[in-house]
């Protein structure tokens, strides 16, 4: 075969794909009319939780002491966040500022960069996984009741206004962990937009921890009491820096500490971002611990596999962004607390 | 919004179609393409002053595939247990050209589609599928030497 005529056989197999573009446009429409009435309603939603905090303030502790919370805790959500992603505190050395982050297992460590860039101030989503092996009898083990999720920076109230939750569980400490239906969230899901997801607040964090996923996916799902137990198992805390530290009870444990990712910015926007992750490296195809800079269109990039820790680096942005990244951005451990 | 409109009706049928053949997966390959348009939508003053808005399309879209394969490891479908062992295929000669895909490895599948389909240039193909361009140009010529495919002088790397 020659290469055209590989290109003309794609192209006759790609135009046999029946495509209902009319139902495809409407459903994009309405999500996008969905995620504005969202925006409005966090607008005032914002308004409330910071009136919330700012009465509350003077009866915190103050200690700075980790306080365990399992469930609705509006009066929490004191950081500011940008699209459910929270804007760290930061500190400065000179012109190097530092941005401590502790990971869902409690792992710490600070990113340290030049003033030149806000960082910060993109806002930090996290991603990680919770896992309940259970075998079968004796056909090894059932894949039904692990799960990865996102903790995002918001309230349920903000991410399903007005949606009545399809079944509520009794979460740890007594709080109510509710099932929705993705359709029910003003914005898109991750990872199934057709799924139904358990939904946790956890301080000023949300975990939705996908369920009941389309056929196509090929996963199993929970059943009404394995969902209660993931209800009352999946316990947090929030550390002093404002990140979820998860502290799931039998049968649930921590996942794959490399499953963990860390998203600063949007890897969907134009704009810059940078994710940090230990799953892409180590591998035959994985990036060198050299930076390697890239150009893709209107963005340029970096990335690269910090050797002492492990971390997958990648960012894109602006040539000024990424040339900043690439210069001079380090990892450096912290100690647990 | 009529720019945005037109943009829809000019590609969302094209980023649907390539997905699907590449990801083997109607589904997958319209939440994905549904997810890009809509992130499109929200930023569609920046989207649209981009040179390439399809192409940003096309990297969102398969982004967002890759990421909800990803979402799925702890029970691997088949095909993703086949890349994961990255096996060696052989395709044989004169299989119908979706059987001859369906045979290759995911990422030669995926590789094979952004370029010759959705005619993406390798550093896309590259962002799109999270590796390095020259990973993407031995994965595209390890794809066409199993499908058989003849090369001229340079083609298929732009």
Not at chain 1, 51 to 79: F, K, Y
Not at chain 1, 178 to 183: G, K, R
Not at chain 1, 293 to 305: D, L, M
Not at chain 2, 142 to 155: C, F, G, S
Request: charged letters at 25%; hydrophobic letters at 40%.
């Amino acid at each position: 075969m020659r290469l055209a005529e590989l290109h003309n056989e794609l192209r006759e197999l790609a135009d046999g794909v029946p495509v209902d573009s009319a139902s495809a446009r409407r459903r994009v429409m309405q999500r996008h009319r969905a995620h504005q009435r969202r925006l409005r309603l966090s607008v005032a939603a914002g308004a409330v939780v910071l009136l919330v905090a700012a009465l509350t303030v003077n009866r915190r502790d103050g200690d700075g002491a980790d306080r365990v919370i399992a469930g609705p805790a509006t009066t929490l959500a004191v950081r500011p966040s940008v699209d459910g992603r929270m804007i760290p505190a930061t500190g400065r050395d000179g012109t190097t500022v530092r941005l401590p982050i502790t990971l869902p297992d409690g792992r710490r460590y600070e990113l340290r960069y030049p003033d030149s860039i806000d960082l910060a101030a993109l806002g930090v989503r996290i991603y990680t996984t919770v896992d309940w092996p259970l075998r079968g009898a004796g056909t090894g083990p059932l894949l039904c009741c692990s799960r990865e999720f996102t903790l995002t920076y918001a309230t349920i109230a903000e991410l399903y206004p007005g949606a009545i939750p399809l079944a509520s569980y009794r979460g740890a400490d007594g709080a109510p962990v509710l099932l929705f239906h993705a359709a029910q969230r003003t914005s898109t899901p991750s990872p199934y937009t057709t799924a139904d997801y358990l939904v946790f607040q956890l301080g000023p964090w949300v975990a939705e921890v996908w369920d009941n996923v389309p056929a196509s996916a090929n996963v199993e799902p929970l059943d009404e009491q394995q969902r209660g137990t993931w209800a009352s198992q999946l316990r947090a805390h929030i550390d002093p820096d404002g990140f979820v530290v998860l502290q799931p009870e039998a049968p649930l444990h921590l996942g794959d500490p490399k499953a963990v990712q860390i998203l600063i910015g949007d890897t969907y926007s134009v704009g810059p971002y940078v994710m940090l992750s230990q799953f892409f490296c180590g591998q035959p195809e994985s990036d060198s611990e050299v930076r390697r800079t890239f150009v893709s269109g209107a963005e340029s990039g970096v990335a690269w596999c910090d050797p002492a820790y492990g971390f997958h680096v990648s960012a894109a942005g602006s040539t000024a962004f990424t040339k900043a990244i690439a210069d001079a951005f380090e990892i450096r451990e912290l100690p647990a607390r | 919004m009529a720019e945005f409109d037109e943009f829809f009706a000019q590609h969302y049928r094209r980023v649907v179609a390539a997905l699907d053949v590449a990801l083997l997966d109607r589904s997958l390959a319209e939440d994905a393409t549904q997810e890009a348009f809509l992130r499109a939508l929200r930023r569609w003053r920046s989207v649209a002053h981009l040179d390439r808005p399809a192409t940003w399309v096309y990297v969102v879209a398969m982004r967002e595939a890759r990421r909800q394969l990803n979402r799925r490891r702890h029970q691997p479908s088949e095909a993703e247990k086949t890349d994961a062992i990255d096996i060696a295929v052989e395709v044989a000669e004169g299989l119908p050209l979706r059987e001859a895909l369906a045979a290759l490895p995911p990422r030669q599948r995926q590789a094979v589609t952004l370029r010759f389909l959705a005619d993406l240039p390798v550093a896309d193909i590259a962002r799109a599928m999270g590796c390095r361009p020259g990973t993407v140009k031995s994965t595209l010529h390890a794809a066409l030497a199993n499908l058989r495919v003849e090369l001229d002088d340079n083609e298929g790397e732009p």
